[in-house]
């Protein structure tokens, strides 16, 4: 029976072991039973798939076998490719989220960047490009990243008042907030909610990152909004990475890294995140800074 496996990945999977493979994507199994996750993308996608492999190559550097292992990634007359491993997951438990909150803590938000905060490639937060690139100091680079979303938001149509708003908080809120504090740029998943957490034979997984290096703080601003990932790992995270100076403002701090996944999720569904986005606005513009 012929394979249904694109040439291009079953090239790439014979390099990796040499056999039959059998499977749809993206779950396909060797003749020896080994598993792998396998894709391959549109053109459009390049950027996309590259992205994510260099996240996911970099999360494998600061903190082994937290996320899964990239094998094989490149692209073949225009189409992008990736192969990983293959995990079996299941959801996030309380002992799991401790686990995870402690290997943050200790390994992922541990591991500095060399060349400054940001990313060295565009990476995608969802469906949403964000553009990257480095900066000497984490308010300049958080207040690019919030440009970048009110850039294309503009762009879109639709959101004069909060584009208003927003542009009012990259100038007036940031520098203050953010300027003062004494941080290292560590290496962030970037996306961190419970969608993109897992379980395999105990240990915690993470994995669909949009990395980049910034101040530890942010990685936990979207597990908050969406729920999901247990009260263990906050717990944890900062019995071993205790929260930034200055302390009183941390859950402000938080706002405005909350904001960023509010503004994106206004730009890939709008509705009410919008409203919740301004929301969080206010709150910021109306703090004593």
Known sequence: MKSTIPPILLEQLQTLEPGEFTGILPHLVSSTGKHYFAKIGLKKEEEQYSGEAESLKQIAIAAPNLAPRVLA????EGRPYMITEYKNLSSLTDGAASRLGERLATE????KGLKGFGFGVPTYCGATRLQNGWFESWDEC???MIGDLLAQLV??????SLCAKGEEVTVSVIPKLLGPLVVQPVLLHGDLWSGNTGVEAGEPV???PASYYGHNEADLAIGRIFGGIPQSFFETYHQHLPKTE?????????DLYQLFHYLNHTLLFG???ASTAERKMDILLGAKL
């Open 73 to 76: 990634a490149g692209g073949s």
């Open 108 to 111: 992922l938000h541990r591991y």
């Open 142 to 144: 958080f207040s690019a």
């Open 155 to 160: 762009k879109k149509g639709g959101f004069a």
């Open 206 to 208: 993470i994995f669909d």
């Open 246 to 254: 200055p302390v009183e403002q941390y859950n402000l701090r938080g």
């Open 271 to 273: 509705g009410h995140y």
